[in-house]
C-alpha cells in the first residue's frame, strides 16, 4: 500500500519497522453509491474499524490494517465515517485512529502534494514482492486453483497447503511457512480422512494447518468479517486463507455475471484487506477447460497467480496459468497413491498426492552416453517421448510417456550417419544398448524412460 504523508507521519510510533513489510490493497472503487456490493464493502470496512476501535486501537498492525477501510468510508459514506469518528472521541485508546482521520480530500495538513515521483533508482530500492511458493504463490494477493471435476485440485490444493505450514519444498520449490486456514465448503465429510491419509504418508499431520467447516458466503459482509476475525484470533493473519469451493462460498451468485462476479471479487479482496496474507480460492474450470476458470473472465484479471490442474486418463499435472511477477507454462505430472486407513468391513481409504518425474527430468535422471549412435537414438528418443500420447502403458509409472519400439525405431533411424540400409538394425541395437544400462524399459513391446 502507498501511504499518503500524513498516514506515513500518523503510524510514525516508536516501534513501527513493521510499516514496510505490511501490504494492503485498497477496495475497488465502485461506480454507483447504490451498487449493493459497494455496501458490503462498507458494512465490513466499519466493522473492522469498530472492532479496532473497542481492541487494542493503539496496536500499530490492527490500525495499519484498518486503513483501507477509513479510506474507504471517507470516500463514500462520510455519514458513518463521522459515526466512527464521534465513537474514537469517546475511547481513550484510538490514539492512533484519530490521528488517521484527516478532512475530506485526503489533502494533508501541512499542503504537500500525496503523490511521490520516482526515479529508476528509487524503484530499485523497493522491497521485492515476497512469494509464499517460489515461482508459484505470491506472499500476498489473491491467487487461485482450478481444474475440472475429478482432476485432483482438492487433493493437490491439500498438499500445497500442508506443505506451506510446514515450510515443507512442494514440487521442488522453496515455499516460505506461515499459518494457514483451510476453509472447506465442499466434500466436508472426507477432509479428515484426507488428512488422515496425508499424516500417514509424511509421518505427522501439518502442524500450522486450520480448518474451518461452517457455511462461508463472500457476498455477505458480515460473514467476511466475522470471518476475518476468527482467523486473527487464531494467530493466522498475513498467512493463507483457502476457501474450497468458490462456488460453494457464493451460493446464489451467477459466475458468468459481471455484476455477480464483481461482488465475489470484492469480497475475497475485503478479506485479503483485512487480514494481509494471501487468499486463495479452489475453483472449477468451465465446460470448456480450454477456456480456464469458470464463470465470468474479470476474475482471472483480479488474481495475481493461477495453478490449473488437469488430467488425461490417469496422467494429472498442474502448471502455473498466471503468475504476475515469473514465468508460467511448467508442467509438474503427479498421481494420487490410494492409503488404506483401516475397514469397516471393506477397506477405508482416502489418497495423497506423490509427485511424478516430467519427462525431462526421467531422461536427466541417468547417466547418458557420451557418444556414438546410443547417443544419439537417447537424444532423439527424448524429444519423442517428450511429446507421447501414451502414457503408462505395459506397467510404466502413470503418467509415464511411452512410444511402441518399432514406432521408436521408425522415428530415430534417419538420424544415425550409416548407410540407409543399415540403419534399423544400428537403431534397435543402441536402444538395446540402453535397456541394458538401465536408461530405458522395454516390455511388452512398449518402451519408457527409466
Known amino acids: 500500500m502507498r501511504l499518503l504523508d500524513h498516514e506515513r507521519d500518523a503510524?510514525?510510533?516508536?516501534?513501527?519497522?513493521?510499516?514496510?513489510?505490511?501490504?494492503?490493497?485498497?477496495?475497488?472503487?465502485?461506480?454507483a453509491r447504490d451498487d449493493w456490493s459497494l455496501a458490503d464493502q462498507i458494512e465490513a470496512a466499519a466493522m473492522l474499524v469498530s472492532d479496532a476501535i473497542r481492541d487494542r486501537a493503539d496496536e500499530p498492525a490492527r490500525v495499519f490494517r484498518a486503513l483501507t477501510s477509513w479510506r474507504l468510508l471517507r470516500k463514500h459514506d462520510r455519514a458513518m465515517f463521522d459515526g466512527l469518528i464521534a465513537q474514537l472521541d469517546r475511547d481513550a485508546r484510538a490514539v492512533l485512529l484519530r490521528r488517521l482521520a484527516v478532512p475530506?480530500?485526503?489533502?494533508?495538513?501541512?499542503?504537500?502534494?500525496?503523490?511521490?515521483?520516482?526515479?529508476?533508482?528509487?524503484?530499485?530500492?523497493?522491497?521485492?514482492?515476497?512469494?509464499?511458493?517460489?515461482?508459484?504463490?505470491?506472499?500476498?494477493?489473491?491467487?487461485?486453483?482450478?481444474?475440472?471435476?475429478?482432476?485432483?485440485?482438492?487433493?493437490?490444493?491439500?498438499?500445497?497447503?500442508?506443505?506451506?505450514?510446514?515450510?515443507?519444498?512442494?514440487?521442488?520449490?522453496?515455499?516460505?511457512?506461515?499459518?494457514?486456514?483451510?476453509?472447506?465448503?465442499?466434500?466436508?465429510?472426507?477432509?479428515?480422512?484426507?488428512?488422515?491419509?496425508?499424516?500417514?504418508?509424511h509421518g505427522q499431520a501439518p502442524s500450522g494447518l486450520r480448518f474451518i467447516l461452517e457455511p462461508f458466503a463472500l457476498l455477505e459482509g458480515g460473514d467476511v468479517a466475522e470471518l476475518a476475525q476468527a482467523v486473527r484470533a487464531a494467530g493466522c493473519a498475513e498467512g493463507i486463507v483457502a476457501i474450497d469451493t468458490l462456488n460453494r462460498a457464493a451460493p446464489g451468485a451467477d459466475e458468468n455475471d459481471s455484476r455477480d462476479m464483481g461482488r465475489i471479487i470484492a469480497g475475497a479482496k475485503a478479506l485479503q484487506s483485512a487480514?494481509?496474507?494471501?487468499?486463495?480460492?479452489?475453483?472449477?474450470?468451465?465446460?470448456?477447460?480450454?477456456?480456464?476458470?469458470?464463470?465470468?473472465?474479470?476474475?482471472?484479471?483480479?488474481?495475481?497467480?493461477?495453478?490449473?490442474?488437469?488430467?488425461?486418463?490417469?496422467?494429472?499435472?498442474?502448471?502455473?496459468?498466471?503468475?504476475?511477477?515469473?514465468?508460467?507454462?511448467?508442467?509438474?505430472?503427479?498421481?494420487?497413491?490410494?492409503?488404506?486407513?483401516?475397514?469397516?468391513?471393506?477397506?477405508?481409504?482416502?489418497?495423497?498426492?506423490?509427485?511424478?518425474?516430467?519427462?525431462?527430468?526421467?531422461?536427466?535422471?541417468?547417466?547418458?552416453?557420451?557418444?556414438?549412435?546410443?547417443?544419439?537414438?537417447?537424444?532423439a528418443l527424448g524429444e519423442v517421448l517428450r511429446n507421447a500420447s501414451e502414457f503408462g502403458q505395459a506397467g510404466a509409472p502413470p503418467g509415464r510417456p511411452c512410444i511402441r519400439i518399432e514406432a521408436a525405431i521408425e522415428r530415430c533411424r534417419g538420424r544415425l550417419t550409416c548407410s540407409p540400409d543399415r540403419q534399423t538394425e544400428r537403431a534397435r541395437e543402441a536402444i538395446t544398448g540402453l535397456v541394458n544400462r538401465g536408461a530405458l524399459t522395454l516390455r511388452d513391446g512398449w518402451l519408457w524412460a527409466t
Open 11 to 31: 503510524l510514525l510510533v516508536p516501534g513501527a519497522s513493521w510499516i514496510p513489510g505490511l501490504v494492503a490493497d485498497e477496495p475497488p472503487p465502485a461506480s
Open 104 to 201: 475530506e480530500g485526503d489533502t494533508p495538513a501541512d499542503g504537500r502534494a500525496p503523490f511521490r515521483v520516482l526515479t529508476a533508482a528509487d524503484l530499485a530500492t523497493l522491497p521485492r514482492a515476497r512469494d509464499r511458493v517460489r515461482g508459484v504463490l505470491p506472499a500476498e494477493g489473491m491467487a487461485a486453483i482450478y481444474g475440472p471435476a475429478g482432476s485432483g485440485k482438492t487433493f493437490l490444493a491439500l498438499d500445497l497447503l500442508a506443505a506451506v505450514s510446514d515450510g515443507r519444498e512442494w514440487f521442488g520449490h522453496r515455499v516460505e511457512s506461515c499459518p494457514v486456514v483451510y476453509v472447506a465448503l465442499e466434500g466436508e465429510a472426507g477432509i479428515a480422512q484426507r488428512l488422515k491419509a496425508y499424516s500417514e504418508r
Open 275 to 379: 487480514l494481509g496474507g494471501l487468499v486463495l480460492l479452489v475453483h472449477h474450470a468451465g465446460k470448456d477447460t480450454t477456456r480456464g476458470l469458470r464463470g465470468h473472465s474479470s476474475l482471472m484479471a483480479a488474481l495475481d497467480a493461477v495453478i490449473e490442474v488437469s488430467r488425461d486418463g490417469e496422467r494429472r499435472e498442474w502448471r502455473v496459468a498466471k503468475s504476475k511477477d515469473g514465468p508460467d507454462g511448467a508442467t509438474h505430472p503427479f498421481r494420487l497413491s490410494v492409503v488404506e486407513l483401516g475397514s469397516d468391513g471393506e477397506p477405508i481409504t482416502s489418497c495423497v498426492v506423490e509427485p511424478e518425474q516430467s519427462p525431462s527430468e526421467a531422461v536427466r535422471r541417468v547417466k547418458v552416453p557420451q557418444g556414438g549412435n546410443q547417443r544419439i537414438v537417447w537424444d
